[in-house]
């Protein structure tokens, strides 16, 4: 909610009306941070549910606020300019796999018991 906030913030601040997805500089990066933030987030979502359920939910939980974290600052760095965005993207793709390995070694774990 954060994120659409900021783009209708940034359509006002700049006089983009809807639909129209160009512009100012500025809009056009906080419209893209936003729209690869609502991408990523069914990944994102679904990894979390599986590695919560079949891993440990402490550890998931703390690795969903880092991401969410992470994911806050690319959108804040990608706002100011698109280089600002690649350390979070490194990070929030870096936690991704981690919740992937997580989650699969939670359902080898779960489903190869004797």
Do not use: D, M
């Not at 006089?15 to 729209?35: D, L, M």
């Not at 440990?56 to 991401?67: D, E, M, N």
């Amino acid at each position: 909610a954060y994120f659409t906030l900021q783009v209708i913030y940034a359509r006002r601040k700049h006089k983009v009306s809807p639909p129209a997805t160009t512009g100012h500089p500025e809009f056009e990066r906080i419209f893209r941070a936003q729209a690869n933030c609502s991408e990523y987030f069914p990944i994102f979502i679904s990894l979390l549910w599986v590695a919560g359920i079949f891993f440990h939910q402490g550890v998931i939980a703390a690795c969903g606020l880092l991401y969410l974290y992470s994911r806050l600052r690319y959108f804040q760095g990608y706002a100011v300019a698109a280089q600002g965005r690649l350390g979070p993207l490194y990070a929030s793709a870096w936690l991704l796999w981690l919740l992937v390995g997580l989650a699969l070694a939670g359902l080898l774990a779960h489903f190869l018991q004797p």
